[in-house]
Structure formats: structure tokens, C-alpha cells
């Protein structure tokens, strides 16, 4: 489903965009960062056991009617029904996150937007909630690119496929996910979201991750520890008595108390 004129222009006040959208790479970029500074990534309802639902509408009602927040399987799926809206191609994928050694095989369980653009095609991706580039990367291979914080580089592997890499100030390379150019359906992401929010092996059931961007900044609130990271250094970093948790959502993540108590 794309969102109409009327829920685009709702997705758009909800982020803070006002400029003119046309469908070029730039249109993608600041649509890309203001969904990330306004949208904050979160896990509330998978703790609390309430069920999720990834339809489009349900999603366009939880993010930007209610001003709530969601994981990758949400965030991606509202950007995808934005952009669509919007008259972008767009084809899902799904891939893996790669933590540590690569050989270490996770399942797949993230979704990725490949969007057409008039000037190219470009990974366009808000799911990552410390890691999300700001802006929408050219999907060649090997070419360096940046969004002015971090850099970027796609890597072809035999069995990831195509293998988003960063590299932070002052660090080394690192994988972060892979994804293979099989298309996805919508509802094909029903069941990896169902594991993650079911599955005694998921981790999104077990702790709080809560994530927004503030420009240069990257805001995170996992478990009882609220952290402010920006260049590869952590600024701030504070445990969090449980009984402040509710003003911290509110304050740091604009989530509304009522909705996350």
C-alpha cells in the first residue's frame, strides 16, 4: 500500500519536512534524515506483549498518528509506503546483521528498501538504530561514500551478497548487514517479525532499545542506560533507575508517558 496525498502530508508534518518532493536522490536524502531525527526506533510494545502489526495503515496510525516509534520491520515499512506514495519504485529485501566474525550466521532479519531514483538506485534504510546511515547509499560496489558522519562501502560476498560496510572515525572497517536481491513481499516480513517479537532466541524481547538521531548525535536508551554518541565517541553515558525510565522516553524521545508506561 503507498500512502495518500493526505497521510504524506500527515508522514511529512510528523518528520518536520517542508521542502517540494520530486524524485531524485536529494528528495530520498532529506526525507531519510528527518524520519530518523523525528521517528525514534523502539521496542516498548514487543516488551509489553502487545502483537504488532506491519500493515501499512496500522503502521501510518502507530508512527505518525499516535507519534510512536518502531523497529526495522516498522520503520522501513512506513518509508516504503511513504515513497511509494510518492511515486518511487521501490523493491524489498531481507537481510542479516553481521555482529563480530562474519562466519557467525544470524537470521535474516532486517528489512532493506532498494529505491529508484532519477539520478540512480540507492539503499534507503532508517531500521538501524545506532548505525543508519543519514542519508540514502548509491548501491554500487567498492565506491567509498559518506553522509558526512561515517563512511560507507558496499562488498560483494559469496553467501551475504552485498554487504553494507562502515567505518567510523577513527575505526576500522566493519560489516554491518548483507542482504541478496531476492524481492520481498510486504507480508513475507510477517514472520521474521513474528520471531523477533516470539522466540526465545530473539533479543528484542528481552531488553529496551530505543534510539533516535539528533543530528550529529545518536541518542540510546538499551536496558537501564541512556547514552549520547556522536563521531565514534560516547559523550555521555548514565544508568537509569527504572523509575525515571517514562520521563526519559519523553524527554529524550518524545514518547508519550501514557503510551510507554
Known amino acids: 500500500m503507498a500512502l495518500s496525498q493526505a497521510q504524506l502530508d500527515a508522514y511529512f508534518q510528523r518528520i518536520g519536512y517542508t521542502g517540494k518532493p520530486d524524485r531524485t536522490s536529494q528528495t530520498l536524502a532529506a526525507i531519510q534524515q528527518a524520519h530518523m531525527d523525528h521517528i525514534p526506533y523502539e521496542n516498548l510494545d514487543i516488551l509489553k506483549g502487545i502483537p504488532l502489526s506491519l500493515e501499512e495503515g496500522h503502521l501510518f496510525d502507530k508512527m505518525v498518528v499516535r507519534r510512536r516509534g518502531g523497529y526495522c520491520f516498522e520503520q522501513n515499512g512506513l518509508l516504503h509506503a511513504a515513497l511509494k506514495g510518492l511515486g518511487f ?3 524489498q529485501f531481507c537481510g542479516r546483521f553481521i555482529d563480530g566474525e ?4 544470524q537470521d535474516r532479519r532486517h528489512r532493506v528498501l532498494r529505491v529508484e531514483a532519477d539520478d540512480g538506485v540507492f539503499i534507503c534504510d532508517v531500521g538501524v538504530y545506532g548505525e543508519s546511515p543519514r ?3 548509491r548501491l554500487v ?3 567509498i561514500q559518506t553522509d558526512g558522519l561515517c563512511q560507507y562501502q558496499y562488498r560483494k560476498d559469496d553467501f551475504y551478497g552485498w554487504v553494507e560496510c562502515q567505518k567510523e ?3 576500522a572497517w566493519k560489516w554491518v548487514y548483507g542482504f541478496t536481491e531476492e524481492p520481498w513481499n510486504s507480508y513475507d516480513f510477517e514472520q521474521p517479525s513474528f520471531f523477533c517479537e516470539r522466540h526465545p532466541r530473539s533479543i528484542f524481547n528481552k531488553v529496551r532499545k530505543v534510539g533516535i538521531f539528533r543530528g550529529e548525535q545518536s541518542l540510546t536508551y538499551i536496558d537501564d542506560v541512556f547514552t549520547i554518541y556522536a563521531l565514534g565517541k560516547i559523550l555521555y553515558r548514565e544508568t537509569v533507575p527504572e523509575e525515571y525510565a ?3 522516553l519523553v524527554r529524550h524521545f518524545g514518547l508519550e508517558e ?4
Open 102 to 105: 562474519p562466519k557467525v550466521i
Open 135 to 137: 542519508k540514502p547509499l
Open 258 to 261: 501514557e503510551e510507554t508506561v
Open 169 to 171: 572515525k577513527g575505526k
Open 141 to 143: 560496489e567498492q565506491e
Open 246 to 248: 517514562a520521563d526519559y
Open 89 to 91: 519504485s521501490v523493491t
